[in-house]
């Protein structure tokens, strides 16, 4: 049986030393939190300048106060006045129809446009790939004058189509190419299970494989619709009165004096436009992220 033996000397006690980060970290971090303040500020001040200017007595809409002063909802109820020619809410309407109509159309051709960029082997392949990313780079202003005459001249000007198709061609191409770099990532064994397992390749498809791609359908959905809910240059010069976007409707607002811009009521009307694209997008937000980072990394 073994005793221990007292030397009578203390044991000796360990000192732990707090582990501090180099400075060099340490100013990388503070950095980067800067810089992601500065762009929040630099994103959201314009936003909550209109959206205290809405809040804010007709009678002192140019203060420079940072905070909201002289409280009123009089300038939402002129935005929807429609004794002065101006008729917001019809402009809502129109502009909602429009971005679904846009979304809805560019989400169908672009999935199954995008699939087959993705999944389909052909000749030319990355010249058409080339030629829909291309279409994305053309200004609006070069096609101003061709829409505009070719449109006259079947008598679209005034009508949904005219606005509906021009904002298709400007969402497919985007739509294409995040729906492509999505599908290119998924797993090919999953559709030749379904294949194994009696599935036709469309059914494998709408079964299998586009489930999987909600998170970027997703995405391109609120993307799209956000872009054609902003066109305002086409919608200006082929819409008219009864067709007219919230774009247009509110460039061109009108107050009691006409020589006065109704500056308040114009910030009431961006904001009730604004607000909810906002609150979506915040809501969403890990979706979006997801579908838009999701196949950029190969497994």
Known sequence: MSTAIDTGKPEATRTTVPNKQPWSKRLGTV????????????????????????????????????????????NFRNAFDTTRGNDFGKALLNSVIIGFATTVVALVIGILAAYALARIQFRGKYIVSGLILSASMFPVVVLVT?????????????????????????????????LASFFAEL?????????????????????????????????????????????????????????????????????????????????????????????????FQRRIISGLTAGGVKS
């Open 146 to 178: 061709p829409l505009f005459q070719l449109f006259s001249d079947i008598g679209w000007i005034g009508q949904y189509q005219a606005l509906i198709i021009p904002n298709i061609s400007f969402v497919l191409p985007m739509t294409v190419y995040i």
């Open 31 to 74: 950095r980067l939190y800067l810089g992601a303040l500065i762009v929040l500020l630099w994103g959201l001040a314009p936003f909550y300048w209109m959206t205290v200017t809405a809040f804010r007595d007709p009678a002192y809409q140019f203060e420079n106060t940072p905070w909201p002063t002289h409280v009123t909802l009089e």
């Open 187 to 283: 797993p090919w064994e999953l559709e030749e299970a379904a294949r194994i397992d009696g599935a036709s390749k469309l059914q494998a498809f709408r079964l299998v494989m586009l489930p999987l791609a909600a998170p970027a359908v997703f995405t391109t959905a609120i993307l799209a619709f956000i872009a054609a809910v902003n066109e305002y240059l086409l919608a200006r010069l082929l819409s008219n009165s009864a067709t007219e976007p919230v774009t247009v409707a509110i460039a061109r607002f009108s107050g009691n004096d006409p020589l006065v811009q109704p500056y308040a009521a114009i910030m009431a009307a961006g904001t009730i436009v604004t607000v909810p694209l906002v609150i979506m997008v915040l809501l």
